[in-house]
């Protein structure tokens, strides 16, 4: 079976710009989670989608937005991109969001904004 | 909101000696407290977790530990190897498992 999948893998944007991040879940799962993995740091929590609904949200700004479609997949957008959103972005997915249910990652998308 | 804090930030040991990790929490209703293994330019990925009504949990050579009323939980890798060279993260969640607190991360480096 595929794991989490990312598209593209590396991205290099300019300031002001905007980006559109993808993430198929694993097949079967229907909530997909967004981090952002800074250099050195532990991901944090961006957006959780679960059944195409947002489920949570951390602190980021509305430069950050989310959707996931029927058939599960989603979409991590930013706007106006700035240069300290150059991080790795995770995706993951999870069978449920309704009880506790193991968190699977991608392999990352990873944005240089210049 | 939730906070956990991860040490050491570094830990080397010698090939076939025990590593522990140690993590601390600070909301009391965390539940789930997985922890990740990353190797340099991949995904993490999940190698054991504990859920809130268990005190530890074992798979083979690793093992976690959790104390709520201090809350605390630890990792122990047992007879590293080469292999097990990697940073690791504790990380806390409330309900679901999907919003998951991440520590700092601990860089474990196995030498031969």
Known sequence: ?114 | GENVEQHPSTLSVQEGDSAVIKCTYSDSASNYFPWYKQELGKRPQLIIDIRSNVGEKKDQRIAVTLNKTAKHFSLHITETQPEDSAVYFCAASTGGGNKLTFGTGTQLKVEL
């Open chain 1, 1 to 114: 079976d595929a794991g989490v999948t990312q598209s593209p893998t590396h991205l290099i944007k300019t300031r002001g710009q905007h980006v559109t991040l993808r993430c198929s879940p694993i097949s079967g799962h229907k909530s997909v989670s967004w981090y952002q993995q800074v250099l050195g740091q532990g991901p944090q929590f961006i957006f959780q989608y679960y059944e195409k609904e947002e489920r949570g949200r951390g602190n980021f700004p509305d430069r950050f937005s989310a959707r996931q479609f029927p058939n599960y997949s989603s979409e991590l957008n930013v706007n106006a991109l700035l240069l300290g959103d150059s991080a790795l972005y995770l995706c993951a997915s999870s069978l449920s969001a309704a009880s506790i249910s193991p968190l699977h990652f991608g392999n990352g998308t990873r944005l240089t904004v210049t």
